[in-house]
């Protein structure tokens, strides 16, 4: 084998040197999710970040989160995970119970990429989201009110009090059947939402003169 010179061998172990040197100059990233089957969070100091592991449902969306400025987000659909069961040539019994499904992620990602995706404001989120088990709870108590303004009242705490994801706050916001009292408890109780769209608006509001309304409401923000 021929013999590099110590030339050569000196300007690799520069440009490696140079490499570990880069990495370590790297900002630290903060990285988040509760989709996993343990709840993550992480920091993320060098080039290239890198998750394998079950899944708590169908995708996870990742948080990524550059110190108390701006973050980013994605989510990423996880893989269906073949069980014994599924993968034996047994014939299956009428009796049997279905195997429940489970789903595995392995994924990576790396700064160049992660760079590419829209930053949001931190003021402008929360985290963790609120866990459904306990949305569905909580969203109970706004079928039980009687009259619309306790209705209103309990669904604009809500936005206010806990972390909601776009779905939850859909979801509470129909409950007020007067889409009046919806567009005044938008802007006392989720007006902080930076995820709302003019589709999210128009799903909300079927009124065209109120739906011009909340959509002004946005614009001029």
């Not at 030339?7 to 690799?12: G, H, I, S």
């Not at 996993?36 to 890198?50: C, G, K, N, Y």
């Not at 998750?51 to 994605?74: H, K, N, Q």
């Not at 309990?154 to 007020?176: D, F, M, V, Y």
């Amino acid at each position: 084998m021929k013999k590099q010179s110590p030339l050569v061998v000196m300007f690799f172990l520069i440009l490696a040197a140079q490499g570990r040197s880069q990495e370590s100059d790297l900002d630290s990233i903060r990285v988040r999710t509760v989709d996993t089957a343990m709840e993550l969070d992480s920091i993320w100091s060098d080039s290239v970040w890198r998750w394998t592991g079950p899944c708590a449902s169908e995708s996870v969306t990742f948080r990524f989160d550059y110190g108390d400025t701006t973050f980013r987000r994605t989510t990423v659909p996880c893989i269906l995970s073949l069980t014994e069961s599924n993968s034996s040539s047994a014939p299956a019994s009428l009796y049997a119970q279905p195997t429940p499904q489970s789903y595995a992620l392995e994924w990576e990602i790396s700064r160049i990429e992660l760079d590419q995706l829209t930053a949001y404001p931190t003021s402008s989120s929360c985290f963790p989201p609120l866990q459904n088990s306990l949305f569905e709870r909580l969203v109970g108590e706004v079928d039980q009110a009687i009259f619309e303004a306790d209705k209103c009242a309990i669904i604009e705490n809500l936005g206010q009090s806990k972390c909601l994801t776009k779905p939850q706050a859909k979801e509470a916001l129909l409950r007020i059947p007067s889409e009046d009292r919806r567009l005044e408890t938008l802007r006392t109780g989720f007006i902080h939402f930076e995820f709302w769209t003019p589709e999210d608006i128009e799903e909300l509001f079927k009124l065209q003169f109120i739906r011009e309304r909340a959509l002004a409401t946005f614009e001029s923000r």
